[in-house]
Every structure is written in C-alpha cells, then in structure tokens.
C-alpha cells in the first residue's frame, strides 16, 4: 500500500479524491492499528496498518488509493488494568468515533465484551476472543450531494411550532407510503407524510435520536430492542436502522434528501442528541468504540474507584465533556450536523450532565460557553432538557442563552389544573405567559420557554386522559420502570371504555391541554400522534416497544381531534398575540390601542393578590389587548391584533362567567369552546357586562367584535 504520514486533523477518515486520511485520538494508547476490511461481506480483514504517527494524542496515517465504501476499523494497544480506568484490548475491533456511516446494526454478541462474561469481577480479566467478524465496521464516506440550492427555513423562534416523532413511529403504519419505504428517513420525507405535516402547521419536526446506536443486550434476552435509540455509539453517522437503501453508506445520502425535502415544505429539523452518556454502558457493557479506544480520557471515571464510571444519567456512564478533546468530538459532531447535514437545530438530552463541574451544574461550563461562542452553532435553534438524574439535577431557567429549554414546570402545571388539583392560580398564569419567573432575569425571551403537555418520555396525550397508572407490564421489568408520578386523570375508567360519559370527558380534556398549550406564550411542542388519538396502551415508557405500542395508528385516526388542533395551530398562526417575541405587559399603550394583558375572577372583577394565592380556585379569566409590542425576526415592529377574552374553568360545575364592562370590549364573538366540537365559524357574540356559560372543564375564547 502507499502510505504516507498523513495528518493528525481532521480527525476521522477523510477522503480526498484520491486517498483517505486516518485520524484517532488515544492519549493513553502505546500502539494503533488500522484494519481495513473487503467490500463484500465486511468481515474478511485485508489489511492491518501499524499507525506510526502521532501527534499530540491523534494517531495518523494516508493511504493512497482508498476510496468511498471503504469498511475499516481500530485495534489499540494499551494497559487492560481497570483500577486505573484503563482497558486496552486490540481483540477487539472499534468503530471510529468519527465514523461518518457504521455498516450494520451493532451486534448483540459476547465476543463484543472486552472481558470473559460471567460474574460480576469478570471485568477485572481481558477476554482475547477476536471479535472481528461480527462486529460493525466504519465506512469512509464520500461527503458530495447535490442540495440543489437548499435553504434552511430560518424560522423564527416565535413562530416555531415543534412537533417530536420517532423517524420510524411515524411512517411504520402508514398506508400511503410504500411498505418499502415505512420506517425510513425516505418515508418520512414522503409526499404523504409532508402533506400531513404541511396541513398540521407545525414549522418544525424533533427527530428522536437518528446517531447511530447499540441496543442493550438485557433488551435481546427478552426479545426487545432499544427503539426509542438513546444509547448513541456513532455522533457522526445516521442510524442505519432507518435507511431503505442498506448499501454500505448509503443512509447519509438518504437523511440528506430527507432534509432537502423537508426544507422544501418550509419544515425545519431539529435532532435530540444524546452527548451525555454513549451505548457503551457501565463498566460490564461492550467495548465497541470510546471504551477500547481510551476509557480514562472519554467517560467520568470515579475518583475513588477508577473502575467505575460516574453515572448522572442512569445509563451507566457519563462523557467526560471537560477533557478538551472529547468537547472537540461533540463540537465537531454538532458542526457537521449543521454544515453537512443542515440540520436547523438539537435537543440536548439531559443536558445538565454535560455541564457539571465535578458534581455541580456550571452554566459557564466549558461546552455551554464553547456552544455559546461558536459562530455556526449560535445560530441555530438549541434546546436543553434541564434536568439529569444526578444531585442538583433540576436546573429549569438556569441554562444561559442562546439555550431555550424543556419547560417541565409548565408540563406539571398545566396537567395539575386541568385534572383539578389544588394549587395556586399564579401558577398557571406564570406558564400560560411564558414562565418569566424562570427565563427574564437571564435576559431570554418567552422562546427560552419550550412548552409541552406530552413528549415521548411518559402518557400520550390520550393515555394521560385514560389511565390513572402505568401500565409497563410489556417491557419486561414488573411494571417497575417509568415515573409513578403522571399527573393523570382517567376520568372514571382505566384504559378502553364504551361509557359515553367518560369518553366525553376525555375528549373535553383532550382539547382543554391542546388549546392550553397552542395559546400560550412561549414555543409549542406536540407530541407526535396526539393530533390523531394516539395511544400505548397506557405504557409511559416505550423505549423497548418497536411495534404498534410506539408506532402511529393512521388506519384509527380521530379526525376530530386532527381537525381540531389544526385549527388551534391556524388560530396561532394568525394571530400575533398569541406568539409574541417579548414578554407581555401588564399595562401599556401601542399605536393609540389598549395593550397588554389584565387577569379577571368569574365575576368579571380584577384578580386581587389574595385571588391569586386561593389554591381551591378553579377558574379564572384573561383579557389580552392587541396592541402590543413585539419584536418580529431581529426587527422591533409593532403587532396589532385583536382582543381576546379567555375564560379557564377547571371546575367540575358549569359556570358563568360575566364579561368587564370595559371601554376596549364592547362585543365578543366567540370563536373556541373546548366544551363543544370544533365550531365552524363565529359563534355567539356577547355584549360586556352579559355573563357567558362555560361547561365544566372547558376553555373559551372571545374576539372582541366591537
């Protein structure tokens, strides 16, 4: 071969029309080696390259003639002694860390295991079983497509309107997408698939994790998989699960036209990444990538232990995001995501674990400050789920901007008032206008607020509304796994019912959290399936279901429910008021217009402070005036809408609500009850001072009309 000594930078393999550019950081190895593999099955090894170069802890090397398909891995020589963190093992091949495709599905087989399985002191010996032909390979990749003058919608963050999906959950069930293409980055860029999307009026779709990942092999045991892919092994490379095309590398092209398509509708994408944790698991999981290739330097090792990996994700390890070549890793991998990919943002997974100095959150952390400064990366959409399961986990409101973050207060709030619980009403009205109290003292707008009734962690949205309980029984663990705490309401029967009366109510319910969610401040998030019914049978954590439990039930879609929230999202649309880019006064004047917001009781009265602190009040109403000030893009215009009313009852009595008799709404025209199907225009107007009937839990919106 001709070989030549290459260059430490750019990590990963790195082809030039003529030959590929091997890179690796190890800053413990004492030897690399470079295995490349035959193009038919991937399994035969054809070559093995002694890596001679290195430079400041990036093993490299050239090799002319290499080109675009080509299968390789790494086999680094090092100490296997795990009381000092390390764990060397060149039996086993690893995958490039950088590895732009991965060619198969990461196998669930001991030979993967740096250590003879069996007791729990196994670890302490190397296992010397070559793994090689079943393990995944790397494949050098050709980086060209034609975007064919892509543009990123650069939608901004007060128009944005997300909606979470699982690449496969969405497209497995559909029946206008050719059973070939269901599942696949290729079926979600379907022409039925957009069209849905398109008449929803969301402007932007959450993909669950699309890096390639390993599924646990207490999963296989029991005949599971890990579906929802949280146990990222490949930051570089699209999932192949996901691909129609199984050629080797031939996802990267597909994810890349399914961006292009997706741009054409005007929809933006958002990835949820997974840097805090890999799918290498605690110190008895596989060695696949970081852990063979330098333990002590990518994972948070236990000070006292160094056996042990420190675990504030409850996955079994932590990425050691403050040792600077593993923040290049994740820089250079959201990067490429953005100029590469053109992805248009990321949902960071429990992100406080990737800013924690020793134990602590640190919102100076170095990868929060790195993010911050980047001049590619500060420009896209970025969402941090505040929280992670170590001490001090729940940072909501403390991440700096330009971070907007997973609202789980307003989650909580929301679900508490809806099913009745005491609590106070300034609660409520905190989330409906944007948690200020969590977000304006860091000088973020309401946009920092992401708000959301259902995501994929827990109940559907119909499943919040039918079962009281968890019902986990089919993930194999008792129905131990999941949170107990769901905030839930049957409304008299768990699970399926024919009773009229109970599937009303949830119905009802079902509307009261949607016209919550889309009228208030803040940035909306649907939860993907909710605007069709969908349900998991109550399971609240479907990470291991890859069947019809997670999957979408198109054939049984509520068209009602479908109809209804793409009303909301319209209603939204048009009107500024309820998307401001900048916190809402309490008093004000705008273009000669009365503006603001102003909080009122059933009686039509002003809310007083000790209104406010009533924690048995039910119900509650407020006027929003549409003069008010909002910036638009990066411009400061003024938004002039109309007024709203909008009474809030959670209470299980009906009643009447008296409209002020103010000067700036002499008539209203009702144009939302939750208490009713969808109305087909305006419905009745009501003069001020006239009281208006609201059902038991129900949400009512007025115009004024005059």
Sequence with gaps: MDTRPGAPYPLGATWDGAGVNFALFSENAVGVELCLFDDVGGNQERARIALSEQTDGAWHIYIAGVAPGQRYGYRVHGPYDPQSGHRFNPAKLLLDPYARAIDRPIPLDDALFGYPVGDPDADRARDQRDDAAVMAKSVVVDPGFDWEGDRPPHIPWSETILYEAHVKGLTARHPEVPPELRGTYTGLASAPLIQHLRALGITAIELMPVHQSAAAKHLGELGLTDYWGYNSVGYFAPDLRFAADKSTGAQVTEFKRMVKALHAAGIEVILD?????????????????????????????????????????????????????????????????????????????????????????????????????????????????????????????????????????????????????????????????????????????????????????????????????????????????????????????????????????????????????????GVPMLLGGDEIGRTQRGNNNAYCQDNEISWFDWEHAEREMLEFTRYLIALRKRHPLFRQADWLSERGVADSRPCGIEWFKPDGKEMSEEDWRNGFAKSLAVWLGGGVSARQHVVAKRAVDDCFFIMFNAHYEQLAFRLPALDWGKKWSRILDTGEPLPAGDGPVYSAGETVPIYARALIVLRRAA
């Excluded at 109940?459 to 089919?474: G, P, Q």
């Excluded at 008792?478 to 009366?501: L, M, V, Y």
């Design 273 to 521: 990444v997974v840097y805090n944790h890999t799918g290498e698991g605690n110190h008895l999981g596989p060695t696949l990538c970081f852990r063979g290739i330098d333990n002590a330097s990518y994972y948070r090792l236990n000070p006292e232990n160094r056996r042990y990996c420190l675990d504030f994700t409850g996955c079994g390890n932590t990425l050691n995001t403050r040792h600077p070549r593993v923040l290049q890793l994740i820089m250079d991998s959201l990067r490429y995501w953005v100029t590469e990919m053109r992805v248009d943002g990321f949902r960071f997974d429990l992100a406080v674990t990737l800013a924690r100095d020793g134990q602590t959150f640190d919102r100076f952390a170095p990868l929060l400050s790195a993010i911050q400064q980047d001049p590619v990366l500060c420009r896209v959409k970025l969402i941090a789920e505040p929280w992670d399961l170590g001490e001090g986990g729940y940072q909501a409101g403390n991440f700096p901007p330009p971070f907007s973050e997973l609202n789980g207060r307003y989650r909580d709030t929301v679900r508490e008032y809806w099913r009745g619980t005491d609590q106070t009403l300034a609660e409520l009205a905190a989330r409906f206008t944007g948690s200020a109290d969590l977000y304006r003292a860091t000088r973020r707008r309401p946009h920092a607020s992401i708000n959301f009734i259902t995501s994929h962690d827990g109940f559907t949205l119909n499943d919040l509304v039918s079962y009281r309980e968890k019902h986990n029984e089919a993930n194999g663990e008792d129905n131990r796994d999941g949170e107990s705490n769901n905030r839930s309401w049957n409304c008299g029967a768990e699970g399926p019912t024919e009773d009229p009366i109970v599937t009303f109510t949830r119905k009802r319910q079902k509307r009261n959290f949607l016209a919550t969610l889309l009228l208030s401040q």
